[in-house]
C-alpha cells in the first residue's frame, strides 16, 4: 500500500486552495505570474519540493538496498550506510521545509481571501476612515457637533420656471 508523500500532500493542498488540477495551475502560472503572486511561490516551492522528494526516494531504495534482509555489508560499506541515512534525513528535513512554506502560502493566501470577497464591508470601513469618524449603534443618535451626510441626488434649486 504506498503511502502519500509530502509532493502528494503539498500537490493536493495547492489544489483545494486554488480550486484547479495541478497541471492547470501550472499553465496559468506561466502565462500570467503577475496575477497571482501566492499561485507562483507555491509552484516554485512545489518544484523545489519534488527535488527534495525525488532525492528522498533515491536515498530509502539505496539504504534498503544496504540493510536488506539477509544481506551483510562489507566494512567499507558501512560509511556509505552511514552517509546514505544522514542524506535521507536531510533529505526528509528539506522536504518539510517546503511543505511548510507551502502551508503558509495557503494560509496566506486564505486570509487575503476575505478582503477579496468582500468589497462592501472594505468600502463601508474606508468611508468611515475617511470621514474621521467611528461607527456608531443603529439605534444611537449621532453627536450633534457631527455633520450629518446627504444621500441621494442634490433637490433642485428654486429658480424661475418657463
Known amino acids: 500500500m504506498p503511502t502519500t508523500t509530502m509532493l502528494d500532500q503539498a500537490t493536493a493542498m495547492i489544489e483545494k486552495a486554488w480550486g484547479q488540477p495541478i497541471e ?15 499561485l507562483r511561490c507555491a509552484m516554485h516551492t512545489r518544484t523545489a519540493l519534488a527535488i527534495t522528494d525525488n532525492a528522498v526516494t533515491v536515498h530509502q531504495d539505496r539504504l534498503h538496498a544496504l540493510s536488506r534482509q539477509g544481506y551483510v555489508p562489507d566494512f567499507y560499506e558501512l560509511d556509505r550506510i552511514t552517509e546514505t541515512a544522514v542524506s535521507l534525513r536531510v533529505a526528509h528535513a528539506e522536504s518539510r521545509a517546503y511543505l511548510q512554506a507551502i502551508r503558509r502560502v495557503v494560509e496566506a493566501r486564505e486570509a487575503a481571501a476575505p478582503e477579496v470577497e468582500a468589497p462592501a464591508v472594505r468600502l463601508a470601513q474606508a468611508a468611515v476612515a475617511r470621514s474621521g469618524q ?23 434649486t428654486a429658480g424661475p420656471r418657463r
Do not use: N
Not at 140 to 152: H, L, N, R, Y
Open 24 to 38: 492547470a495551475l501550472k499553465v496559468f502560472g506561466v502565462r500570467r505570474p503577475s496575477d497571482d503572486p501566492l
Open 134 to 156: 467611528t461607527p456608531h449603534d443603529p439605534g444611537a443618535t449621532p453627536d450633534p457637533s457631527s455633520p450629518t451626510a446627504v444621500v441621494g441626488p442634490s433637490a433642485p
